[in-house]
Nanobody, 119 residues
Framework: EVQLQASGGGLVQAGGSLRLSCAHY????????FGWFRRAPGKEREGVAC????GVTDYADFAKGRFFVFSDGAVLLRMASLKPDDTAVYYC????????????????WGQGTPVTVSS
């Protein structure tokens, strides 16, 4: 059975950093991807970053140069130079196939972890 749990969110000042973690168990695919998504108040859920089982990564434009996704047991998302606009609930998800940032590509979702960036 698939289990996903995001953690590491919290309150941080603008310009600060956070590292989010997605613990996982029971991935049912031999070719898979992990995605990080976020949903800010009053906005639609949007892709942040992804990493596939083949090592391919992708980032949303707002994340490029600031966020870094990698796998070290858990799937980690390092976020640096945080801005108030980064305030959102962040989710990890798993889907089959290659890396992508569309929500429709993902079949399993973990509980979100909230990130608040103050100015």
């Amino acid at each position: 059975e698939v289990q996903l749990q995001a953690s590491g969110g919290g309150l941080v000042q603008a310009g600060g950093s956070l590292r989010l973690s997605c613990a996982h168990y029971g991935i049912p695919y031999d070719d898979y991807k992990f995605g990080w998504f976020r949903r800010a108040p009053g906005k639609e859920r949007e892709g942040v970053a992804c990493i596939s089982s083949r090592g391919v990564t992708d980032y949303a434009d707002f994340a490029k140069g600031r966020f870094f996704v990698f796998s070290d047991g858990a799937v980690l998302l390092r976020m640096a130079s945080l801005k108030p606009d980064d305030t959102a609930v962040y989710y990890c998800a798993v889907g089959s196939g290659g890396c992508g940032l569309s929500t429709s590509e993902y079949n399993h979702w973990g509980q979100g972890t909230p990130v608040t960036v103050s100015s």
